[in-house]
């Protein structure tokens, strides 16, 4: 890979103190290998590993804009990457891609790093950061992928994410998040109900909850967004809800899809 494509990382400790009543969330800080019994709580790799194989079997919508870069070598930001099997599986994919990646949520920024290091995939940089302070330069990525993080952002968090992508991005934007909750509660109500198991109803009311009203409906998000960034955007759509925007088309029946987004381009 080219040393100028190579975002320089910010001077950020190598390791921070866990204490009961914090959980870093949002902390900016970059932990190359975290030391062994820091984080008691990220479970077995079984389960990452097995989403890592699924994301590896299928294509996404993701892909196609990875495949159509101009460089091989192309650096790649995956913000609210969450616990790193999606990001993964496309770096095993684009081995010559780098990828840099970050959640809010120091714990699962520990589980991707351990999965990364299982699966002996190099090409990808894990840190915790907000999506409203990206710490990288201005220009610094390819492409930008964001996941399943908009549609519960406030609104002023919302522009200021929009503007940061903006600032670190020279090309394409891929974005997504649930586009429908009514399927999405309506299938974990069900769920709740065979497998007897409240917690499942419990926390698909305070994922929808969470959602701003206004984020509710694919075409609103996506209007909104090109109002703050003046770009034309394309909607996304998928037809499956385990399926991560394989589609570019809109459905027969759009009320009944859980997840959408849109693609644009920073340079247009």
């Excluded at 062994?36 to 079984?46: E, F, N, Q, V």
Aim: aromatic fraction near 10%; hydrophobic fraction near 40%; include cysteine.
């Amino acid at each position: 890979m080219r040393g100028d494509r190579v975002p320089a990382l910010p001077d950020v400790p190598v390791f921070f103190a866990r204490t009961p009543d914090c959980l870093h969330q949002g902390v900016p800080c970059f932990i190359p290998h975290p030391a062994r019994g820091i984080y008691d709580d990220p479970p077995a790799l079984s389960i990452y590993q097995q989403r890592y194989g699924l994301r590896l079997r299928e294509e996404t919508y993701c892909e196609r804009v990875i495949r159509n870069l101009p460089a091989a070598d192309a650096s790649i930001l995956s913000a609210g990457e969450g616990t790193g099997e999606f990001v993964l599986a496309l770096a095993t994919k684009y081995p010559r891609a780098h990828f840099y990646a970050f959640d809010y949520t120091a714990e699962r920024v520990a589980i991707a790093q351990r999965l990364a290091s299982h699966l002996r995939v190099t090409n990808v940089t894990f840190f915790v950061g907000s999506v409203a302070d990206i710490p990288f330069p201005d220009s610094s990525f390819d492409a930008v992928i964001e996941r399943g993080v908009f549609h519960i952002l406030p609104k002023d968090v919302q522009v200021a994410n929009l503007l940061e992508i903006e600032r670190v991005c020279r090309g394409p934007v891929v974005m997504n998040w649930m586009a429908n909750a009514y399927p999405y509660i309506a299938r974990r109500a069900c769920q709740a109900l065979l497998l007897r198991k409240p917690q499942v109803w419990r926390d698909a009311i305070a994922t929808y909850r969470s959602i701003e009203v206004d984020c509710r409906s694919l075409r609103r998000i996506a209007a909104f967004i090109q109002t703050v960034t003046g770009h034309h955007v394309q909607l996304l759509h998928t037809f499956r809800g385990d399926r991560e925007l394989a589609h570019a088309v809109p459905l027969r029946w759009p009320c009944f899809q859980p997840l959408g987004g849109v693609t644009y381009a920073t340079t247009d």
